[in-house]
């Protein structure tokens, strides 16, 4: 890994003050986000951030991959997240100051620090979850999980069909065409000219977006004739063993088209059209699943499905997998219910997932009571989990849901980060790891501090 830097020192001398650390309180949050960083630095658990070296950065000395986080993660954790902001912040905000240690990287080396580590930031949220495990938080008891859909870098209005995409990329091949045409003629053919006009430029990008657009609509088609294929062959199956076939025959698989109003977004392609409470969105479903006693987040995902219900088999593997084991409960609402992921209910983990609507539940509560008498042997999975979350303990234990997942979901909005600034799945995946990292440090911050006081 390269080593040329330029010297990042916080306790190098100025005037006024004379050191930097005396810039800031002891028990301030940025003191706490550079010790922290720091801490982990010198564990080696950050080794993710630093460029291997290269040719191209043996020469100049770039700026230290440790402030550069420590910046970022102060931003994000106060909902700072414009890379033109914060660029500003480092000239004139002294908590800023004191992090880059008076160095002031522009906006386009913070902007390109989080591309090029978007891969790493769920690393960072696994670092700052084990401190939190060691400080005697989120000890795996019962947590929460649920699903926000968060408004990506891209509008509705920019959903097209198959048809509108393909048109529109034949007008830019076309205008393209022209160009070249009236190139050849003012340069000759040989001839390269100046270089190609902003306006063909961005027209570049938009051609490519629009092109990853309609690949996901093919997919979209290929996946539908592919479950076709698959109908085929079970009925095949069935034919052969004498088996009573039901139903219409199924369309055979190249006769299957995608559905001429299906949509995709020509500005984020990789984004979903999401249903929320407040309309319509375009963006992602971001996942979490928080500890219901100190709402600490112990997994989190983001996911282009629009619905939770084939979400809670991965949070549970991402939560065995971050923390090395498995929650005595799982609590969810009614998005998560159907009869697989009751399956997924074992020795080591109870489930408690709402079958209908909350105030469903509380109506039925209401008119009937809690249950009665000896479970019937003909209960299904469903009359089991609706029995359950009507008794007292399954009450007690739903109850934490709304003073835990929901309140998070609730910060994360109040310290503004409502939207996804960067765009596609890994792009939202890595934004989604800053807010729960962020959120985390806050918790062990305020923490710590409550302790000491």
């Known amino acids: 890994m390269t080593s040329?830097?330029?010297?990042?020192?916080?306790?190098?001398?100025?005037?006024?003050?004379?050191?930097?650390s005396e810039w800031v309180a002891e028990d301030s949050l940025e003191q706490f986000v550079s010790d922290t960083i720091d801490y982990l630095d010198d564990q080696n658990r950050l080794e993710t951030f630093y460029p291997e070296e290269t040719d191209e950065n043996r020469g100049r000395p770039?700026?230290?991959?440790?402030?550069?986080?420590?910046?970022?993660?102060?931003?994000?954790?106060?909902?700072?997240?414009?890379?033109r902001k914060i660029d500003r912040l480092l000239e004139r905000d002294v908590a800023f100051r004191f992090l880059a240690a008076n160095q002031q990287p522009d906006f386009r080396t913070i902007s390109n620090f989080r591309k090029d580590h978007r891969q790493d930031f769920h690393h960072l949220f696994v670092e700052i979850l084990q401190m939190c495990r060691q400080a005697g938080m989120a000890q795996m008891g019962d947590v929460a999980l649920d699903g926000r859909r968060v408004q990506g870098d891209a509008a509705l209005e920019q959903n097209r069909t198959r048809e509108q995409i393909e048109e529109e990329i034949q007008e830019i091949l076309d205008e393209a065409a022209e160009v070249d045409?009236?190139?050849?003629?003012?340069?000759?053919?040989?001839?390269?000219?100046?270089?190609?006009?902003?306006?063909?430029?961005?027209?570049?990008?938009?051609l490519k977006r629009l092109r990853?657009?309609?690949?996901?609509?093919?997919?979209?088609?290929?996946?539908?004739?592919?479950e076709q294929a698959e109908k085929i062959r079970q009925r095949e199956e069935e034919t052969e063993s004498g088996e009573t076939m039901r139903g219409r025959k199924p369309t055979p698989p190249e006769e299957v088209e995608l559905d001429e109003d299906?949509?995709?977004?020509?500005?984020?392609?990789e984004s979903q059209t999401l249903k929320t409470q407040d309309g319509w969105k375009q963006g992602y479903n971001g996942q979490a699943?928080?500890?219901?006693?100190?709402?600490?987040?112990?997994?989190?995902?983001?996911?282009?499905?629009?619905?939770?219900v084939k979400q809670l088999e991965p949070m549970l593997d991402e939560c065995e997998d971050v923390n090395g084991q498995l929650p005595s409960a799982v609590l969810g609402d009614a998005g998560y219910w159907s009869k697989e992921n009751a399956e997924l209910e074992d020795e080591q983990t109870e489930l408690f997932i709402a079958t209908t609507k909350d105030w469903k539940r509380r109506k039925e509560l209401r008119e009937n009571g809690p249950p009665r008498g000896p479970i019937p042997d003909s209960a299904g999975p469903?009359?089991?989990?609706?029995?359950?979350l009507r008794t007292k303990r399954g009450r007690d234990i739903y109850r934490k849901?709304?003073?835990?997942?929901?309140?998070?979901?609730?910060?994360?909005?109040?310290?503004?980060?409502?939207?996804?600034?960067?765009?596609?799945?890994?792009?939202a995946a890595a934004e989604w790891s800053l807010f729960s990292a962020t959120h985390n440090l806050l918790k062990l911050w305020r923490t710590r501090w409550e302790s000491a006081g």
């Open 382 to 388: 469903k009359e089991l989990m609706e029995r359950k």
């Open 4 to 20: 040329n830097f330029i010297r990042y020192d916080q306790d190098q001398q100025h005037l006024l003050p004379k050191d930097l």
């Open 262 to 269: 299906t949509k995709a977004n020509t500005t984020d392609p």
């Open 289 to 308: 699943m928080v500890d219901c006693d100190s709402q600490v987040i112990v997994a989190q995902d983001v996911t282009t499905d629009a619905n939770d």
């Open 212 to 226: 990853e657009a309609k690949a996901k609509l093919d997919k979209k088609e290929q996946i539908q004739k592919d």
């Open 401 to 427: 849901r709304g003073q835990s997942v929901e309140p998070v979901f609730g910060q994360h909005v109040n310290r503004g980060l409502d939207r996804f600034m960067l765009r596609g799945e890994d792009g």
């Open 181 to 206: 045409v009236e190139e050849d003629e003012e340069y000759g053919p040989e001839n390269r000219g100046d270089e190609l006009p902003e306006e063909l430029q961005n027209k570049e990008s938009r």
């Open 62 to 83: 770039q700026f230290h991959p440790v402030m550069l986080l420590k910046v970022l993660v102060f931003a994000y954790a106060q909902g700072i997240r414009s890379s």
